[in-house]
């Protein structure tokens, strides 16, 4: 199984990007799948997270600003990020929690991380 995102870049604040991460190979189900972000010198933080079912969360200093979205047929998650802010400045991370066959076992799936830069 791979996770594969794509999108970053370098945007001026208040611009937008939108990211996007695509789940591949040996799949039974997808879970939840979700965005997360790590600054230079800081931990790893959850940036918006979404259920199969639809339910979404936050964090709050992203909320209002960013939507996460799906596309199960696709295997796919999105992060529409606007309004973006120097503070955003970070790798952004998909995260994916699969299940596989034969064992019907479920794991955390990482993708490679994706940079993306907000500055004037």
Do not use: H
């Not at 370098?10 to 939108?18: A, C, D, I, M």
Request: proline share 2%.
């Amino acid at each position: 199984v791979q996770l594969q995102a794509s999108g970053g870049g370098f945007v001026q604040p208040g611009g937008s990007l939108r990211l996007s991460c695509v789940a591949s190979g040996s799949i039974f189900s997808i879970n939840a799948m979700g965005w997360y972000r790590q600054a230079q010198g800081k931990q790893r933080e959850l940036v918006a997270r979404i259920t199969t079912g639809g339910s979404r969360n936050y964090a709050d200093s992203v909320k209002g600003r960013f939507t996460i979205s799906r596309d199960n047929a696709k295997n796919t998650v999105y992060l529409q990020m606007n309004s973006l802010k120097p503070e955003d400045t970070a790798v952004y991370y998909c995260n994916a929690e699969i299940t596989i066959p034969i064992t019907y076992l479920t794991y955390d799936y990482w993708g490679q991380g994706t940079q993306v830069t907000v500055s004037s």
